[in-house]
């Protein structure tokens, strides 16, 4: 367990330059889930996410000869980005490896803030064992994401504010890449608030710590693939496992499809925009992965906001088609004057609002002289889509729903 005043000390470096994020009761996820749910709005920091606390903290406790040298970090976007904005605060020089599937938010993030970026790799675990030999060619200072103390007691002052406005909540919940967040937050929580429960969350994507934790001891993934890219870690840290260990209640997963509802939902419900990693909190709590008691307080630890805006329409669109909100079918129609306007007008009648329509008439799929209509819809609802579906077949068309 980390030590409360390696946490406290962290607090008193960086309290002029990060930002002490909003924390707030939400009251629309307290009455649906019966609980008093609190969120830690980190996707508010000061670069999108909480990773400059850790950064700033280990930067600001380097020798003047290391800061000469200059500073190399491995990330999948969140450090890096702590890592520049403290380097350039501080007048080091930094390189950043990042993966080559990085987000070109978090690359173009990085670059601004004043870092070298090399992309580096498919995923994190690749790119940090060439930013390992990189800092050892280069003679600079490696800045680990999460096996340092320096950067777990900065993480932990995020506890230490949550703590100044809830005494003893019953849950935090926590995302885990690879560990640090969590590490920092549950030492600085079990010794400040004892009795208070620690759930980590991983992505199923990404489940090497949740796996290690259940078997207690190291168990690596042989691959990775989720949205939640921050937390995208394909080996779990023997250091941070053996202080999850110590410190953490339980650890649950959540699919791509949970974390993409309750992005959709923090944007949509709560005006909050999350990445993956910073939703899956909010996940495994509709999802109910782990129990609580009725009228419980519970934190939620929104970890970051950095989501790349393509990865941020797909979740959209596929969203309003799950719930039934929009709604793409492709008919068949004889190619000739009137044969769309026919097709639009039984359309129009039964309230739907096209917002797009492909006409193809050249695929080897169709007889001569027909023509395939692709048409999306916004629609109010499944039954307003089962109104829809009806006109149609009562109107003689035939055709097909998308998914």
Known sequence: MLELEKIKAAHETIKDFVYKTPFSLSTRMSKAMDAKIYLK???LQITG??????AFNKIANLSPEQKKKGVVAASAGNHAQGVAISATHFGVRSTIIMPEAAPLLKVAGTKALGAEVILKGNNFDEAYAFALEYAKEHDMCFVHPFEDELVQAGQGTIALEVLAKVENPDYIVVPIGG????????????????NTKIIGVQSSGAPAMSKSFTAKKQINSSSVRTIADGIAVRDASKITLK??????????E????????????LLESQKIVVEGAGAVGVAALFERKFCFEPGSSIVIVLS?????????????????????????????????????QGLTS????????????DYDRFSTKLSYGDAMIKITLETKGKEH???????????????????
């Not at 959540?254 to 939902?265: C, G, P, Q």
């Not at 970051?304 to 309003?320: P, T």
């Not at 909100?325 to 008919?331: A, D, G, W």
């Not at 039984?346 to 329509?357: E, F, M, R």
């Open 41 to 43: 709005e980190e996707n």
């Open 49 to 54: 996410a909480y990773k400059v606390r850790g």
């Open 179 to 194: 560990g640090g967040l969590i590490s920092g937050v549950a030492s600085c929580v079990k010794q400040l608030s004892p």
């Open 243 to 252: 202080t999850i260990l110590e410190v953490v209640d339980e650890i649950v």
């Open 254 to 265: 959540v699919s791509d499809d949970e974390i993409a509802n309750a992005i959709l939902y």
């Open 304 to 340: 970051g906001g950095n989501i790349d805006v393509q990865m941020l329409n797909v979740i959209i669109e596929k969203g309003l088609i799950k719930s039934s909100r929009k709604m793409i079918i492709n008919v068949t129609l004889i190619d000739k004057p009137g044969a769309l």
């Open 346 to 357: 039984v359309l129009t009648g039964t309230g739907a609002n096209i917002v797009k329509i």
């Open 385 to 403: 889509q089962e109104n829809v579906s009806s006109a149609l077949r009562a109107a003689g068309y035939e055709f097909y729903e998308e998914f």
